[in-house]
């Protein structure tokens, strides 16, 4: 399966998508804040990248930026994973760029599937993610 790299600074957040996430097969990297986040994204490019948006220190808009700025990192899939679920935010967010946008809390089949839809479509780094196994 892919791995994705979940960027949250909420303890159960993290804890519930990784979950999710790692019950669909995923192998799944964890950071607390952007900056450690930047740097597991440098070091294991990840097929997907899932950031929050409300960080300590950087926010998820401005870390969005400096992937997109390091030729390393451009061109990975970068999600939004955030809370404000108020009309508007969705256009705003892939206007600053993110590929996706997942709304908090999320919903287990609903995400997962998702994610899955974003792995599969497009160019990933890791080129695509043809195997598809249909046990979720
Ligand atoms: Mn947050």
């Known amino acids: 399966m892919a ?9 159960v957040n993290m804890k519930i998508v990784a979950r999710v996430l ?19 994204a440098r070091a294991r490019r990840p097929d997907l990248v899932l950031m929050d948006i409300m960080l300590p220190g950087m926010d998820g808009v ?24 108020m009309k508007g935010d969705r256009e ?23 994610v899955a839809a974003m792995l599969s479509g497009g160019d990933s780094p890791h080129g695509s993610q043809q195997g598809r196994e249909d046990d979720g």
């Open 62 to 85: 401005a870390a969005l930026k400096e992937l997109r700025a390091d030729a390393a990192t451009a061109r990975l899939k970068v999600a939004a994973l955030t809370a404000y679920a």
């Open 3 to 11: 791995c994705i790299l979940i960027v949250e600074d909420n303890p």
């Open 92 to 114: 705003r967010l892939l206007e600053a760029g993110f590929d996706g946008y997942f709304p908090k809390p999320i919903r287990h089949r609903e995400f997962i599937a998702s």
């Open 22 to 40: 790692e019950y669909a097969g995923h192998e799944v990297l964890k950071a607390a804040e952007a900056v450690e986040g930047l740097r597991l």
